[in-house]
């Protein structure tokens, strides 16, 4: 009993939290994530998102590897739209901020904003923001109904 306390409270901190609709997920910057100029390489940015994703869906329950193995269905980007606004650096710590854009039968899409964690004046505008579109697919390829599996409030928030 006592390991799987301590094995809900180590993924409920990983997998952040969800507040007033919004899933809150923190991540550090470590050296391998920076460039040769000392910021984060641009790719990065779509690592800590789908990172955050990947926590959110954790947090409400749907297994994705549970849904690949048994159901042969799998989440994938369809369209992607990232924005930096200013570049976040070694040692820094960000919070991703996740909420739903909208939700249709076969797609969902989200906004992620990642902010600096610790600042002397608080922005209202994210470090970097991003829109991404996400389908569920098959093992042929084919794009399939998302609602049955969505059915938790955070996807019933708009």
């Known amino acids: ?13 990983i ?9 809150h997920y923190f991540t550090r910057i470590f050296y391998e994530d920076t460039d040769a100029g000392g910021i984060v390489y641009h790719a990065n940015y779509l690592k800590y998102f789908e990172r955050a994703r990947t926590s959110l869906l954790n947090l409400i329950k749907i297994d994705q590897k549970q849904l690949l193995e048994k159901n042969k269905l799998g989440f994938v980007v369809r369209n992607i739209n990232l924005r930096i606004n200013k570049s976040f650096q070694l040692n820094q710590i ?28 608080n922005s209202i505008i994210p470090n970097v923001a991003c829109e991404v579109q996400i389908v569920m697919i098959d093992d042929k390829n084919k794009v399939r109904d998302i609602s049955a599996i969505l059915d938790h409030p955070f996807f019933k928030n708009i």
């Open 1 to 13: 009993m006592k390991n799987h306390l301590l094995k809900s409270e180590i993924n409920n901190i």
């Open 15 to 23: 997998n952040g939290e969800i507040i007033n609709s919004t899933h």
């Open 94 to 121: 960000l919070l991703v901020k996740t909420c739903l854009k909208s939700a249709k039968k076969s797609c969902i899409v989200l906004k992620h904003e990642a902010y600096e964690t610790i600042q002397k004046t």
